[in-house]
């Protein structure tokens, strides 16, 4: 990467396009990001990869326009208040990109708490829509910091339900079940490994495969010839930089390179 200030390319832009491309076959779709750095990655795919997208405001807008991350919706196309979520959630077309606090070597997901159910050590968001999204809608997931506290080998909780425990559950989880990417700030992986496991597609640049199993609490699946996750291209790192986040909010999730110990941007 460049070392200019001016014109680097941050891991946080690497982590930006890698979300794009997430969503970038994903054709007409109702795109549901949760998060800044999901956000920036949608809004990314909507103006460059996949223009077909449907993008929201998080709250009750279905946007024409594509705003800066947190800036007031420009054109408004329709109306989703948070009922009607629930539809779209149970029969529409959607790719949801979530959070997680613990996620297994199977690609189950955990947003409830920590510890034992009857007695947890931490309570956390609670399952919420993770059960539901699941097994009606493709899913990723996004996680700022990949650490052997979030990739454990099976998670204390199960809130999102990853391909095994979906067929185990029988076909009406199975059906529409889709863990399709887990981008995390060291690498991009998905759960296409053997027995549905965890499975490494690519290593941000300036990260090793060996720093990326040495943050991973469980035996991670891992290609022959495992390519480096592509920086974005000049206009990429214009909208990024000058349309839709041009405060540099991305920072807050994944730090600039002065502001990281260690490691590459």
Request: proline share 7%.
């Amino acid at each position: 990467m460049s070392t200019d200030a001016s014109t680097s390319v941050t891991r946080a832009d690497v982590c930006a396009a890698a979300i794009a491309d997430a969503f970038r076959d994903d054709g007409e779709i109702f795109a549901s990001p949760m998060g800044m750095l999901p956000m920036l990655g949608v809004r990314l795919a909507k103006l460059t990869s996949n223009p077909d997208l449907v993008i929201s405001d998080g709250e009750s807008l279905f946007l024409a326009g594509v705003p800066p991350l947190f800036a007031k919706a420009d054109v408004v196309e329709g109306w989703i208040p948070f009922r009607r979520v629930f539809d779209v959630v149970a029969y529409g077309k959607r790719h949801v990109m979530m959070g997680a606090t613990q996620v297994d070597r199977h690609g189950n997901q955990n947003i409830s708490a920590i510890g034992d159910w009857s007695r947890p050590k931490r309570q956390l968001l609670g399952s919420r829509g993770a059960p539901g999204n699941t097994v009606n809608n493709r899913t990723s997931y996004w996680v700022p910091k990949h650490s052997t506290r979030v990739f454990v080998e099976a998670v204390d909780i199960v809130s999102g339900v990853g391909p095994k425990r979906a067929r185990e559950a029988g076909p009406a989880a199975a059906r529409y079940n889709d863990i399709h990417r887990i981008v995390t700030n060291l690498a991009v992986l998905d759960v296409k490994g053997a027995g549905d496991t965890v499975r490494l597609l690519s290593v941000h640049p300036g990260v090793s495969v060996d720093e990326v199993r040495a943050a991973t609490g469980f035996e991670l699946e891992v290609p022959a010839d495992v390519p480096t996750t592509r920086e974005p291209t000049a206009e990429e790192q214009v909208v990024i930089r000058e349309v839709l986040d041009p405060k540099g909010l991305r920072f807050k999730e994944v730090p600039r390179p002065d502001a990281q110990q260690g490691g590459a941007s």
